[in-house]
């Protein structure tokens, strides 16, 4: 299985930290938060990952180099004209995630989620995502979708949960849109009225690094 680390956003509201840095590639502790997603894909058996970028993009490849450091092999997906969101990116990407079930991941997340759950995971021949979701923070408090007893994802429930950034696709997913700017909701909108999602909840640790308070709050947790 292969993973995709989204890397492409700018990253506004982390200045002036990202005048000069990619979000992904800002130091929480003694690391970069992108590297802890590639050691934790690769704990999971994870050995190829495409990584997108628009933002500084030129940075990514010149710190992670090809993988060989870190136990896996990257190759990346630059979106030369700027961002094109999260749908518009991970379409770019197909030709280099194969026609199997892939993983995605946000890139400005941290997280000790155990990406083996996903890679065991099949998706069958009527889903077309499965979504790790997780208590709503502070930030989210009402949350994005709620879970049904069967695992099925709805857009309403009296308990909504957020999404992760982090998800199983199929590529059919994406395989009718063109490459253009497009986010991941409408896509995920349709998919939940086609009852074609399903989704898990993980009470484990994590944290969306959005702001420099939540990144301070994150290095005094590692340290």
């Known amino acids: 299985m292969k993973a995709m680390i989204l890397a492409a956003g700018r990253g506004e509201r982390l ?8 979000k992904p590639l800002v130091y929480a502790g003694n690391k970069r938060l992108i590297e802890y997603l590639i050691d934790n894909l690769v ?27 870190y136990g896996c092999r990257i ?6 004209a700027g961002s094109l969101e999260t749908a518009g990116g991970i379409t770019q990407a197909l030709s280099l995630l194969g026609d199997e079930p892939f993983i995605v991941v946000n890139g400005d997340i941290w997280t000790d989620f155990d990406f083996s759950v996903l890679k065991k995971r099949a998706l069958g021949a009527d889903t077309d995502c499965h979504l790790i ?16 007893a069967d695992n099925v994802v709805s857009l309403d429930g ?3 949960f957020t999404f992760s950034g982090i998800g199983l696709y199929h590529p059919r997913l994406f395989q009718h849109l063109k ?15 086609n009852k074609r999602m399903t989704a898990e909840l993980y009470d484990g640790r994590w944290s969306d690094i959005g702001t420099l308070e939540r990144l301070e709050a994150l290095e005094q947790e590692l340290n």
């Open 15 to 22: 200045r002036p930290l990202t005048d000069h840095t990619p």
């Open 43 to 69: 704990s999971a058996g994870i050995q190829e990952i495409v990584i997108n970028y628009a933002h500084l993009g030129e940075q990514f490849p010149a710190v992670l180099g090809n993988g060989e450091n």
């Open 75 to 80: 190759v990346y997906s630059p979106e030369t």
């Open 133 to 148: 979701m997780v208590n709503n923070p502070a930030h989210n408090p009402d949350g994005d979708f709620a879970i049904q």
């Open 158 to 160: 009296k308990s909504k």
């Open 179 to 193: 490459v253009e700017r497009k986010a991941l909701r409408p896509l995920f909108e349709q998919a939940i009225k």
